[in-house]
């Protein structure tokens, strides 16, 4: 069955060449036309945002088994994650939990209680 769909597809685009001219598939544009302009850089979050947004998002935990996902969501090396952190817990939005080499970091926000 799937030698059969292959060859139809193989078929149809034989017959669909031969059909197509030989001038390019792409016109340039018309005279006068309005030239596409540049967009602005991205808005993005501060660090500390993003790295709650990507807390919130893991179920408000941040251990072994979550902190690759909450780097990679929030785009922060390990040491700033690290100097946000510290900042969190200096204002008590953090608590700590777990077993020893299974500790886990919670973050207290609106969204995570």
Excluded: H
């Excluded at 149809?12 to 001219?21: D, E, H």
């Amino acid at each position: 069955m799937i030698v059969r769909a292959v060859a139809l597809v193989v078929a149809g685009g034989v017959a669909l060449s031969a059909c197509s001219r030989s001038s390019p598939l792409v016109s340039p544009a018309p005279q006068g036309a309005a030239q596409p302009q540049p967009v602005g850089a991205p808005v993005t979050a501060p660090p500390r945002d993003r790295l709650v947004a990507a807390l919130e998002s893991e179920g408000c935990l941040f251990s072994r088994e979550t902190s690759g996902a909450v780097l990679l969501r929030a785009n922060l090396t390990q040491a700033e994650a690290a100097r946000i952190l510290g900042e969190l817990d200096a204002e008590g939005r953090l608590e700590a939990g777990g077993t020893e080499g299974a500790e886990t970091i919670r973050l207290l926000s609106a969204n995570c209680i």
